[in-house]
């Protein structure tokens, strides 16, 4: 991790609020906090090699994995939210629990050769745990900070996407001139995000894959992924699909939209432990 990347993690938003005196504070400790979490950070592991000495967990199911490597996707997993030197390796939170929705679409494509698509990577735990249930899987992880990812693997390609910017995931993106079996939405889950994500990337997706966004409902429940309340929200969009109504948002196109309606195979909205994960499948 960078000390650009620890600053903008721990530190952007109390800068944002600080007064004139905070400020002052903040910066003058800021790269002390830092040097005393460099002993701390996590070191990046080469899943080709760990695999050799660890090739049991290509049995395991998918929570498994998510727990093992303390993915929040998983029912439990150590919190890798906290600065480094605060994390405790013993104390496990609970998570999303979305593995018993991911399952069910990754079980059928245990063997195949596919591209997944991970916006929102973080430190790679998700990552590393796809990288031993679908062992034939190319994986993209992209993030807006690449360097926090945590792993290395001639199977895996870390790239950095700022997902709120449509050039940004033109040129990262679409310009790779990949398509994928799976396109998993786990980046900021701000309201602009999720949308332009969604209807910029949908055509790359393969007839009969998937577009995963999770934490659907943050911007209809939390103010700071929706600062001007605005509609529809992607939530909404999807709920008037489904229900047969239409739609109109300024973030997307016509031509978006047309594409959108006309490859939509099945759009389900369901429940983890706090939130709500949308999988939408490809005709």
Not at 117 to 131: P, V
Not at 158 to 186: C, M
Request: glycine share 2%; no cysteine.
């Amino acid at each position: 991790m960078k000390i650009k990347t620890y600053f903008k993690i721990y530190y952007q938003h109390r800068l944002n609020k600080a007064n004139f005196f905070l400020k002052a504070y903040l910066y003058l400790i800021i790269p002390f906090k830092y040097l005393i979490n460099v002993p701390y950070l996590k070191k990046k592991i080469n899943l080709d090699n760990f695999s050799k000495k660890n090739n049991f967990l290509y049995e395991k199911n998918l929570n498994y994995l998510f727990e093992y490597f303390s993915s929040d996707k998983g029912e439990k997993f150590i919190n890798q939210y906290d600065q480094p030197i605060k994390r405790n390796s013993n104390l496990k939170i609970i998570g999303h629990d979305y593995a018993k929705f991911y399952e069910k679409i990754f079980n059928k494509l245990k063997n195949k050769k596919i591209n997944i698509l991970e916006i929102g990577s973080f430190y790679g735990n998700a990552a590393a745990a796809i990288f031993f249930y679908l062992e034939n899987a190319k994986i993209f992880s992209a993030d807006i900070f690449p360097d926090l990812f945590s792993y290395k693997s001639q199977r895996i390609n870390n790239f950095y996407v700022d997902s709120s910017d449509e050039t940004s995931i033109q040129k990262n993106i679409i310009n790779l001139k990949k398509n994928f079996e799976i396109i998993i939405e786990d980046a900021s889950h701000s309201y602009k995000d999720q949308i332009i994500s969604l209807f910029m990337l949908f055509p790359l997706i393969n007839s009969g894959g998937f577009f995963i966004i999770e934490e659907l409902d943050f911007p209809d429940t939390r103010d700071d992924m929706n600062l001007n309340k605005e509609k529809p929200t992607l939530r909404d969009i999807l709920l008037n699909i489904k229900n047969g109504n239409d739609f109109d948002n300024s973030l997307i196109t016509s031509e978006q939209k047309k594409y959108f309606l006309k490859n939509v195979e099945n759009i389900s909205i369901l429940k983890g432990n706090f939130n709500e994960i949308a999988i939408i499948s490809k005709k």
